[in-house]
């Protein structure tokens, strides 16, 4: 005996599957730049400073080396063990996590605790970098953050993982700095709800002042108009 099986077919509304693609695609090439590798030059009293969008609970790990030009070589060259870099980091609320004096060469380490923009500055120790005065500091800097600033091989070694352990520790971290990243994301939404309701409400009410300045001028004009009328008994 034949059965015929009935298949009900669901589509999407039109632009949620697109929709729902493109947010994943987004999350994915955001969390894949989060390390970011690039070098800059800087004077004697310059400061350099960087805005990175971080989540809060997150480690964020800075590595920098230094390098002198020679104008004999015209090159650039190794910066000299006495030549270091002073390094500030504030958070959105503008208050200072770190702030340390390191070598010519370095790595700090730091945890945010709020969300959001984060004020990562560098700048030289002008007084020994004085003895140069008229050369140009390059300073390379490679900054990871989250699960990319963890090094694996080193976890490996301490804890004794196999590869698979190793394997699947990898996968949970990433699953919870993708969430920390979602979360971020429903934050920054919210605030930018808060602000666009925070100015329709503001536009609303200078609307209602407009009008209202508008039909105070009105009454004040015609009362004005009809005591000049009846000043010269025309009404």
């Not at 984060?118 to 989250?146: E, P, W, Y």
Request: hydrophobic content about 40%; glycine content about 6%.
């Amino acid at each position: 005996m034949a059965v015929e099986l009935g298949v009900r077919v669901v589509r999407p509304r039109p632009g949620t599957e697109l929709g729902v693609v493109m947010r994943t695609l987004l999350l994915l090439l955001w969390l894949a730049t989060r390390g970011s590798a690039l070098y800059f030059h800087i004077g004697e009293t310059e400061k350099k400073c960087f805005i990175e969008e971080i989540p809060d609970e997150t480690m964020v790990i800075g590595n920098y080396r230094t390098q002198l030009y020679d104008k004999q070589r015209e090159e650039y060259q190794p910066a000299t063990p006495g030549l270091g870099m002073f390094v500030e980091v504030k958070d959105p609320e503008d208050k200072v996590i770190l702030a340390r004096q390191y070598g010519s060469e370095g790595r700090f380490t730091f945890t945010s605790h709020t969300p959001g923009e984060h004020q990562i500055c560098l700048h030289s120790n002008s007084t020994k970098f004085s003895l140069f005065a008229g050369g140009m500091l390059r300073v390379h800097l490679d900054i990871q953050v989250g699960e990319h600033a963890n090094d694996y091989a080193e976890i490996a070694a301490k804890d004794k993982l196999s590869e698979l352990q190793l394997r699947v520790r990898q996968l949970v971290e990433q699953v919870e700095q993708i969430q920390k990243e979602q979360n971020y994301q429903r934050w920054r939404e919210e605030r930018f709800r808060q602000t666009s309701e925070s100015t329709n409400q503001r536009v609303l009410w200078w609307s209602i002042l407009q009008t209202l300045i508008l039909v105070a001028i009105g009454v004040w004009q015609m009362r004005h108009l009809k005591s000049f009328f009846e000043a010269k008994k025309l009404v």
